[in-house]
């Protein structure tokens, strides 16, 4: 794939508090966008707070673009129910990666950078990007959009393919 920086996992932890599109509960399944990229978990039967524990990987070739996060109720003889939908970017969480390279050698559980929730994000409280088991990784809480109510909390990490984001490579624009 030309110029990827890395890959980005996305381990889709749970739903909470998601919104009833049947009668009583909903399907629910997560769709994730990155440009032209679309990946999605399975459906949870039945289920407002949904532990899907799905891991899905994103290849970053344009650190710019947003990561959409669509919820959908599944329906068997209609059209999908939209269940929320939120969105965030990643370059926030590169930056962590370039300081973590730059300093080297950090202690298990060292907060790299810290991001909180304002109006201009879909965080629903505080996100921190931690040094964890030699990798950078950052925890999130997004509060779902055009919707009622419902969070996803998702688990970001970076797998770095090419060197881009070490010291010895060239500037990437962010």
């Given at each position: ?10 381990h ?78 990643i ?15 950090l ?36 509060k ?6 419902g969070e ?23």
């Amino acid at each position: 794939m030309e110029n990827m920086l890395g890959l980005l996992r996305l381990h889709v932890i749970r739903g909470v508090n998601l919104a009833i599109r049947d009668s009583q509960s909903s399907d629910p399944y997560v769709i994730v966008r990155m440009g032209k990229q679309k990946l999605r978990t399975r459906v949870m039967k039945k289920n407002l707070n949904t532990e899907w524990n799905e891991d899905l990987t994103l290849s970053v070739t344009d650190p710019t673009l947003p990561v959409k996060i669509m919820v959908y109720d599944r329906d068997r003889f209609s059209r999908d129910d939209k269940m929320g939908d939120a969105i965030f970017h990643i370059d926030p969480f590169l930056e962590a990666i370039r300081i973590q390279n730059q300093l080297g050698g950090l202690p298990e559980g060292t907060v790299i950078m810290k991001i909180q929730a304002s109006r201009q994000n879909c965080l629903s409280e505080e996100s921190k990007i931690v040094w964890h088991k030699g990798k950078i990784v950052q925890n999130m809480f997004l509060k779902l959009q055009n919707v009622e109510r419902g969070e996803i909390e998702l688990q970001l990490e970076w797998i770095d393919v090419s060197g881009a984001l070490t010291d010895d490579a060239e500037d990437v624009a962010f």
